[in-house]
């Protein structure tokens, strides 16, 4: 029996709220031990502070990243969002932004009338994920390669 293909109506900015350098591995460690998330991350795909995308979930799934909204959203977060005393900052690597800005527009083309937004911009959402505006940061973002 074929899977009906979701509605897209998001693609979703977030932050792990962790420090650069954090670990997938711990992220995801704390998602099952913290969170009690057995087998469902919170995003789609992760960027590490190298650049380096990983996909954690294939998009015909839900992720756990914004309650109540999951089975719309497609998301997408770097790894940091924090600074050393655990104050919301805009830690990304020139690295992560281009990685992230290339699989925005990637996921865009296969879902093209999804909104680009980030985590706090959900009404009901009351944290400072991703630790920047996302429609400022698109709006004066200017490509370059890696």
């Known amino acids: 029996m074929k899977t009906a293909k979701r509605e897209v109506k998001f693609i979703v900015i977030h932050c792990t709220a962790t420090q650069p350098e954090t670990s997938i591995e711990s992220i995801q460690k704390y998602w099952k031990e913290v969170k009690g998330w057995k087998d469902v991350p919170g995003y789609h795909y992760i960027i590490k502070a190298s650049g380096e995308v990983i996909k954690l979930l294939d998009e015909s799934k839900n992720s756990y990243g914004v309650y109540a909204h999951n089975n719309e959203c497609i998301s997408i977060s770097y790894i940091g969002g924090i600074d050393k005393t655990g104050k919301p900052k805009d830690t990304r690597t020139r690295k992560q932004e281009i990685a992230m800005f290339n699989l925005i527009v990637s996921?865009?083309?296969?879902?093209?009338?999804?909104?680009i937004v980030g985590h706090r911009d959900f009404p009901e959402v009351k944290k400072a994920c991703p630790s920047f505006d996302v429609k400022s940061w698109l709006a004066n973002y200017k490509p370059d390669f890696l």
């Open 107 to 115: 996921i865009t083309n296969r879902y093209p009338g999804a909104k």
